[in-house]
């Protein structure tokens, strides 16, 4: 069986270079989109619908996108500031978090804790810039 990161790679490098196909006129098989693509699907990767962008907005699909949503800044994982953000950077915001702590059980059944103040990092997707051919007026 071949490495796990290899095996990972080459799908990527397929998904990457995957090719659109359409029905044919008698819906009996697929050809493809492209008029000018010269050569074989037989080893290729081959699409109906293009996939939804989830770093936009998109309500018929489902996607509220990624802009304002909360991320790991030090983890390299789908949870990461640069993978979740989809490359357009971050903002920091200090905040006040509020969590109980120095929890003591008194006899009998019950807990009294006191609340603990810290000053945390929250790093949050940065929106997606208004493209400027929509400022002309």
């Known amino acids: 069986m071949a490495d796990f990161r290899r095996t990972g790679d080459y799908l990527h490098k397929k998904y990457n270079t995957a090719i659109e196909v359409t029905m044919n006129q008698d819906g009996t ?79 009998c059944c019950a807990v009294e804790c006191q609340d603990c103040e810290d000053l945390v990092d929250v790093h949050t997707c940065k929106p997606h810039k208004r493209p400027d051919w929509l400022d002309i007026t």
Not at 45 to 51: A, K, R
Not at 52 to 74: E, F, H, I, M, Q
Not at 81 to 89: A, K, L, Y
Request: proline content about 3%; hydrophobic content about 25%; overall charge positive.
């Open 29 to 107: 098989g697929f050809m493809v989109a492209d008029k000018d693509f010269k050569g074989s699907t037989k080893n290729e990767l081959v699409y109906v619908e293009n996939s939804p962008d989830y770093c936009l907005t998109d309500r018929p699909a489902g996607s509220l996108g990624t802009a304002g949503r909360v991320c790991n800044k030090s983890s390299r994982g789908t949870d990461g500031c640069e993978v979740m953000c989809c490359g357009r950077g971050y903002d920091t915001m200090r905040v006040k978090r509020v969590t109980k702590c120095e929890c003591k059980f008194k006899w």
